[in-house]
Nanobody, 115 residues
Framework: QVQLVESGGGLVHPGGSLRLSCAASVSIFSINVMGWYRQAPGKERELVARINTQLGNTYYADSVKGRFTISRDNAKNTVYLVMSSLKPEDTAVYYC????????WGQGTQVTVSS
């Protein structure tokens, strides 16, 4: 079992920034790949970014490329998502995800971008 706990969401104005954190209950180095997904009302959950926790390789969805940065701190078993230049369309519940024989999800953290 892997427990994932997200934090850092909130209300921010367009153009603002937020940093999300995902703390894992196990060594993320051993997990290998962790990702951030989001789900907006009435839409399907979509992959935002993912990171190889051993090599540091990253992937970003086109919609966030250049604005979001995923990183990890293996010593703290935590993955981060720094979101900059936020837009109203970034409003969603953001989930941390990993796969260790099965899918594991956090409880989600709400991000609202509004003036």
């Amino acid at each position: 079992q892997v427990q994932l706990v997200e934090s850092g969401g909130g209300l921010v104005h367009p153009g603002g920034s937020l940093r999300l954190s995902c703390a894992a209950s196990v060594s993320i180095f051993s997990i290998n790949v962790m990702g951030w997904y989001r789900q907006a009302p009435g839409k399907e959950r979509e992959l935002v970014a993912r990171i190889n926790t051993q090599l540091g390789n990253t992937y970003y969805a086109d919609s966030v490329k250049g604005r979001f940065t995923i990183s990890r701190d293996n010593a703290k078993n935590t993955v981060y998502l720094v979101m900059s230049s936020l837009k109203p369309e970034d409003t969603a519940v953001y989930y941390c995800n990993t796969n260790r024989g099965q899918e594991f999800w956090g409880q989600g953290t709400q991000v609202t971008v509004s003036s």
